[in-house]
Structures are given as C-alpha cells and as structure tokens.
C-alpha cells in the first residue's frame, strides 16, 4: 500500500507540481490584500470625523451626479466614525473592439427561444466610491479590476483566463490533485514506531544536504497538512458542485435555492412616497447598534424592499444577518439571521473567508499566510528528492557489478 500510495503522491506532484506553486504563491500575495491597500491609500479609507453625518440620500444623490451614468448598486457603512462610506457603482465599460469575422454572441436565441439575459458581470459593480459621510466628498474612486492584486486572484484562479475557461479547470483539478497529494503525504509520512516518529517532527539542521531537504518536505509537510487540506476542500467548494452537495450531505443540511432566498416584496401603496434610506436604517432600531458594518441595497423598483446585511461586532466575515424593510410602511418585512440556518449553510457562508484566512481577522491571517509561504517548499524539495532518488538507481548497478582482477595484478 505504502508503494501504491507513493506512486500516487509522485504522478499527481510532476503533474500539477507547477500549478500548485504558483497558486501557493499568489494565495501568499492575496491574504493582506484589504490591509496592503489600506496602509498604501489611508486617504481612501479613512476620513476625519465631525459632528453631524449626512443624509445616505444625499451621499448617494451626490455620487450618482459626480459619476455619469453610474447606477447604484450598494452603500456599505462602518460603525467606525472615521471610515469612509463605501459606494459601489455599476459604470458601463468602453467595449473591446472585434475582428469582423468574430461570431456575433450578443443576440441568440435560449432554449425557449428568448433571448439570453445579460452577462452576469453586466450587474456587478465595478467601480467603488468612497465618500466623506460628512461633507459628502468623494474622496477617491477604486476600480479593482484595475489593480495588479486583482489580476494575481484572476491567475490564482483561472490562470487569468475566466469561469469555465480552461485555466479554470486546471486550477481546479490541481487543486484536487493537491488534496489526494496532502492525504497521501500524511499516509506516507505515518511511522511505525515511536523512535521513527520523533525524528520525523524534527529537522536535523546538522544533517547532510539531502537529509535536510528530505525533513523540509516531510517535517514540514505534516505541520501544515492539516491547514492546507482545509485550504484545499475549502477550494473545492467553491468551484465543484459535487464538494459542494457532499458538504451539505456530510452537515445533513437542506441545499438553500433561489425559492429559498427569495426577497419579499413590499406592499405597493398607490400614491404613498417610498421611504428614504435614512427612514429605512431607523426602522432597524437596535438591530444594527452592535454592527460592524451593513450593507444596504436599494429597492430597484415599485416591489422591491431594501435589503440590509448586518455583520455584527466579533462574527466572522461574511456571517451577516439579513433584513428586508418595506418601501413604502418601513415595517420589517422579512429577516434571516445567520444563527438560524441550517449548519451546512452556515459552514457555505463563511468557506471563502475560511479560504482566505479571514474568518477571524489578523490571527488566522497570520497563519494563513505562514502556511501558504510554506507550501512553496513542497514543490521545490519534491523535486529534489525525486532528483536525488532517480540518481541513486542510476549508481546502484555501478556499485554492485564485480571487479575483475587480473593474474598480474595478484603477482
């Protein structure tokens, strides 16, 4: 079993030995990627604070004049008085010239016969503003799409190609072939005595250079497995339906749909003005005095409600409580709070977070970034060690064939 398990832990490692560094390598990049622009753009983030904050109507009415053509998409506020309040738009993009024998894609018939909706990307906004909550400045706009970190989570992962696109499946299946790696890593590293073990949860340092390169990759390897298979499946979840439908079958937890998720609707009353935003906080009373921050999404029409996402003060990032506020009346016309779904989705929510190393903040950040850095060695003393094993088969029949000795050599 041990030659069968090491068969599989080398063929898996040439193949998707490249892949796995660089992806290491850019997921080391992206951990600090929120506190890296903070520190480089303070001005962007953070403001000083005065008596009297505006109207978010006023906020948002200002950015929508200051940025033509702009559609609002979300506000996000910070219980912290010295942070900016954050808009993010939906700006129209200058489209990329095609050659004149490209295919046209914009106008095909669906299934049904109808018409494709609009590319998904088309809704997502794409240019944030960050506004002065005081004086209702736009003290910076940010496209990250326009930054290097993001094209380095563009390679990390699609291998800067796009969804589906084939550098996404080869991200995908190293990723795989990562987690059978790290599993058939800890099998193999598995002693059979107690003697065996203590010298396989140390590095001889003193040792020589194939010793040392040797405990790099097993000592340090069965240290960090354990992160790095959650890093792994964590990947996995979010990119395979079938990871994803096996954590919900493990949780024994209902698959949440569109039915499921569904907005309410607020009830439409004719000639009743919509509430504003400001109202629309309000009627959230103490629902959101220990928040972090919240994000609010604008009724897009004469039904819709606005929507609030509340993070409260010491949950894990993206753990957000969701309310819905009517329009028009400015009752509470729907809520769905974190603690009361299923334990599958809860686990969902947070898989990015726990991807990143964010779910907690700077602590497991820290570890995040020490374990992805290193990964990098795995590659590296993978291949010396195949390197060094590929040698001595080469040496061994050198070393076993019989000397001949000549009669006048014994003389």
Request: aromatic share 10%.
């Amino acid at each position: 079993m041990k030659v069968f398990f090491r068969t599989i832990h080398l063929y898996l490692s040439l193949a998707a030995g490249v892949i796995i560094f660089c992806s290491c390598l850019t997921g080391t990049m992206l951990v600090f990627e929120k506190e890296i622009q903070q520190a480089l753009h303070p001005q962007r983030y953070f403001v000083k604070p005065q008596e009297k904050r505006l109207p978010l109507a006023d906020l948002t009415a200002g950015v929508l004049k200051q940025i033509p053509k702009s559609k609002l998409a979300m506000v996000m506020v910070y219980d912290d008085p010295e942070r900016a309040v954050e808009v993010a738009l939906i700006v129209p993009e200058k489209k990329s010239k095609k050659p004149a024998d490209a295919p046209k894609t914009e106008k095909h018939a669906g299934v049904h016969g109808k018409k494709d909706a609009k590319p998904k990307d088309a809704e997502r906004p794409n240019l944030t503003a960050f506004v002065n909550p005081y004086t209702g400045q736009i003290v910076d706009q940010f496209n990250r799409r326009q930054t290097f970190l993001y094209s380095v989570e563009m390679f990390h992962r699609y291998l800067l190609g796009g969804k589906n696109s084939p550098g996404d499946w080869v991200i995908s299946l190293s990723t795989l072939f990562f987690l059978v790696i790290l599993i058939t890593g800890v099998i193999l590293w598995w002693p059979k005595t107690k003697v065996i073990m203590k010298q396989r949860l140390k590095i001889k340092w003193d040792g020589s250079g194939k010793r040392l390169t040797h405990d790099l990759h097993i000592v340090t390897g069965f240290y960090t497995s354990i992160f790095l298979i959650i890093i792994c499946a964590s990947g996995l979840v979010m990119t395979f339906k079938w990871a994803n439908n096996t954590l919900f079958f493990l949780t024994n937890s209902k698959i949440a749909g569109k039915e499921d998720i569904k907005a309410p609707l607020s009830v439409h009353q004719p000639g009743v003005t919509a509430i504003s935003p400001d109202a629309a906080v309000s009627a959230l009373g103490n629902k959101i005095a220990d928040a972090e921050n919240y994000t609010i999404r604008y009724p897009r029409d004469t039904a819709a409600v606005y929507t609030f996402n509340v993070l409260k003060k010491g949950s894990a990032e993206l753990a957000t409580d969701t309310y819905y506020i009517d329009q028009y009346s400015g009752k509470l016309a729907g809520v769905i709070l974190y603690a009361d779904k299923s334990l599958g989705q809860r686990i969902r929510g947070v898989i990015k977070p726990i991807h990143t190393g964010s779910i907690y903040g700077w602590p497991t950040q820290v570890l995040a970034f020490l374990i992805t850095l290193i990964s990098l060695i795995f590659p590296v003393t993978g291949v010396m060690m195949w390197l060094n094993r590929i040698r001595k088969k080469k040496e061994k029949p050198v070393r076993g064939r019989m000397r001949v000795v000549s009669a006048e050599a014994t003389v």
